[in-house]
Structure formats: C-alpha cells, structure tokens
C-alpha cells in the first residue's frame, strides 16, 4: 500500500491542475493499485528516459526536454488530453494510428532511436501516464485550445544572423555554444540531437516553443520575432538525417500472453 500511495503522490505532485488545464469536464476517479504504479513509471520515464531507457535511445535526450514539467505545462507540449485524440487519421503515416504509434514516432524522430514493443512495460506505462492526464476530456476531445502549441508564422523575413546573437545571449549558457547541450540539456543539432524527421525540426514548431518556454529561466521574454530567428538558426545545423528503410520489429509472444 506504502507503493501506491507513493506512486499515487508522484502523480498528483505532477499533474495538480491537470484537469482543470484542458477545461474538460470533472476527471474520472485517479487510478489505484498496479494501475497507478505503472503510470507513476510512466511520468518518470518521461523525465528520465535516457535512464532508464537508454538502449531505445540514441539522441541524448529526454522526452521531457519537448514535453515539460512531464508534459503537464500548457503550450510546453502538453499530453492533458492527449489520449482522447486516439485512434486518429495520421497525414505522414498514412493510416489510422493509436496512441503507442504516436509514442513509437517520438523514439523513431525526436530520440533518433527505436521503439519499445507495445505490449512493453515501458510502453504501456507512458500509455497509462498519459491517459490519467486525459482523465474527463471527452473522447475526440484533446488539449484545451489555450494549452495547444501552435506552429508560429513569422511577420517579417527571418534573420538567421539575428538568431545567431540570441543563440548566444539567451541559449548558448545552457546548450552549449556548439549546440552540443549536456547531461542537463538537450543537444539542439549535431549527432546527438533529434533527426531531421521530427516535429521540432519544422521551423513553426520549434519557433512557438521557444516562443512559450525558452529561456528556461525566462519563458516568455522573447518576442514571436525573435523566437522564429533564433528557431532558424538552430535548424541551420547538421542533424541525423531519418531512415525510412530501416525495419522496425517487436519480439513475438505465445498465444497464452494474451
């Protein structure tokens, strides 16, 4: 019970507002037991995945560094809601995916590595993280339009140079001059950063969150402007290019697993 409890606390410690973010309606009741101990898992292996995951994991990064304070920060890549959008049409895909599909694209694009098999405790601890998140939102539902990340469009032509200067002023502290990052920040290009497939590689993307959430010390203090030049620059750099062909697969279970 000790364990529960604990794990019931994380939770709560986590997400406290969760609910009222996404402006559904009120939450289901929290969950308990084996439940709630996988989904305490779940949000620790968002913030430490490089942890606890590491043969999955090639960029050295964690899943928090695009979903903050373990995805329950609104415009921080918030998963409040998130489970409800499930199963979904998928443009690049071209199919109808399920939760553990858009989780597997995140280890595939953003960590440049491979994905846990669905029927993994990894993976359905992040499955059972994310949906207490979800917790009231109506299915078809999703994040509250005030908690979504919009993709930015800039007003004026964008200035790599000027982004240069911000880099340096504002981001170099904590990433690196090289943009190498560290043990405590992620690499924004080079070998160890997310590939060229993922959703902060688009220049609108990467442009609102740092708009949102950068610096860490001072989200919010740049204009929309500055937030797309400095997007530009870090995109400017080499990054680990996404192979398509490359064959995913899952070990097989007895037909008694299920």
């Not at 469009?153 to 880099?167: E, F, K, T």
């Not at 609108?204 to 969150?209: D, L, Q, S, V």
């Not at 708009?211 to 030049?229: E, T």
Request: a positive charge; hydrophobic letters at 40%; one cysteine or more.
């Amino acid at each position: 019970m000790r364990r529960i409890a604990l794990a019931l606390t994380l939770l709560f410690a986590g997400c406290a507002g969760a609910a009222q973010q996404g402006g559904t309606a009120a939450p289901a009741p929290a969950p308990t037991g084996a439940v709630a101990d996988l989904a305490a898992y779940g949000r620790d292996l968002v913030m430490h995945t490089r942890q606890h995951m590491r043969s999955y994991v090639t960029a050295n990064m964690d899943c928090a560094a695009c979903h903050v304070n373990a995805g329950t920060k609104a415009r921080g890549g918030t998963f409040v809601g998130i489970a409800a959008q499930f199963p979904q049409w998928n443009k690049r895909a071209h199919r109808v995916i399920a939760l553990q599909d858009r989780i597997a694209e995140c280890f595939l694009y953003s960590m440049n590595g491979h994905p846990p098999a669905y029927n993994s405790r990894e993976m359905l601890a992040m499955v059972a993280y994310i949906t207490y998140l979800s917790r009231g939102t109506p299915i078809g539902g999703g994040p509250a339009p005030s908690a979504r990340l919009v993709a930015y469009q800039a007003q004026h032509p964008v200035s790599r140079a000027h982004g240069a200067q911000l880099y340096t002023q504002k981001c170099a502290v904590c990433h690196g001059s090289a943009g190498a990052g560290s043990d405590a920040y992620p690499p924004l290009w080079g070998a160890r950063s997310f590939n060229g497939g993922a959703g902060m590689h688009r220049l609108g993307t990467m442009a609102a969150f740092v708009r949102y959430n950068m610096p860490q010390n001072a989200p919010g203090s740049l204009s929309g402007q500055d937030a797309y030049d400095v997007a530009a620059f870090v995109l400017s750099h080499t990054r680990p290019p996404f192979k398509r062909s490359r064959l995913v697969a899952f070990p097989p279970q007895p037909a008694d697993y299920f």
